[in-house]
């Protein structure tokens, strides 16, 4: 299991995405209203592409949790879903943007946690590409995408995900295919699932690094919530 989803595992996921009314159909909707409707359910942002992708390859090698299972297994049925990123590409590179709890018009006017930029290439906008075609074309933003390299993937994603890339010169926000798991950047509305990740672990992390603030049983770190550790010696002997 990769170190990502060692971290994932103390996210909390919400079970179902939000639901039009009584039914079981998934509520669409902007990525802004998603995150500001989330937010008054108790849930904190949406997951990252990276994370999902994590989540998802855990899920094929019957790795996760029956909790996450049934998360993922809602996440990839019937509408797609929106994800916590927004990209931009000027045509010769896209930046994904990580964080980001607004849309923007431009990218200097985004507030986001973290950002990446990768050449795309032969890699035209406003196009599909299989994992694959991204993989040849830039392996380190393909890594970027689905975590691990192209060759450690389970097959079904080789065969079943892909990239649809954005529309040139515009902030574009992120999220799942509808019935896929393909990463796509576009405005069309999605359904909204929350995460909480304010029951993250706190590990190698001491109470004498700086800047750490203590909160009763949380720690705040580098703007970052965790459950503080009783002892760290007992955490250290259990993972082994």
């Not at 998934?26 to 802004?32: E, F, I, P, T, V």
């Not at 809602?74 to 590179?93: Q, S």
């Not at 995460?195 to 703007?223: F, R």
Request: include cysteine; charged fraction near 30%; hydrophobic fraction near 30%.
């Amino acid at each position: 299991m990769s170190g990502l989803v060692e971290v994932l595992q103390g996210i909390e996921l919400e079970p179902k995405a939000l639901r039009e009314g009584k039914s079981d159909l998934k509520a669409l909707m902007s990525r802004d209203d998603s995150f500001a409707k989330l937010k008054l359910r108790g849930y904190e942002r949406h997951l990252y592409a990276r994370e999902y992708f994590a989540l998802l390859i855990a899920s094929c090698e019957g790795k996760l949790p029956p909790d996450k299972q049934l998360a993922i297994n809602d996440m990839n049925k019937d509408t797609g879903e929106w994800f916590h990123d927004v990209v931009f590409t000027d045509g010769e590179k896209i930046t994904f943007y990580e964080g980001v709890p607004k849309i923007a018009d431009e990218p200097s006017q985004l507030k986001y946690t973290a950002k990446k930029t990768f050449k795309l290439n032969r890699l035209k906008q406003e196009r599909y590409y299989s994992v694959i075609q991204v993989f040849d074309a830039n392996p380190e933003l393909g890594k970027h995408i689905w975590t691990i390299q192209y060759d450690e993937l389970p097959e079904s994603i080789k065969t079943k995900s892909g990239l649809i890339l954005p529309e040139k010169n515009t902030v574009t926000p992120v999220g799942n295919g509808c019935y896929s798991c393909n990463i796509v950047a576009h405005y069309h509305h999605r359904a909204s699932r929350g995460v909480i990740v304010s029951k993250k672990s706190l590990k190698e992390i001491t109470l004498q690094d700086s800047p750490v603030k203590e909160y009763g049983e949380y720690i705040i770190y580098k703007g970052e919530k965790y459950i503080k550790m009783q002892n760290s010696k007992k955490q250290k002997q259990h993972e082994k």
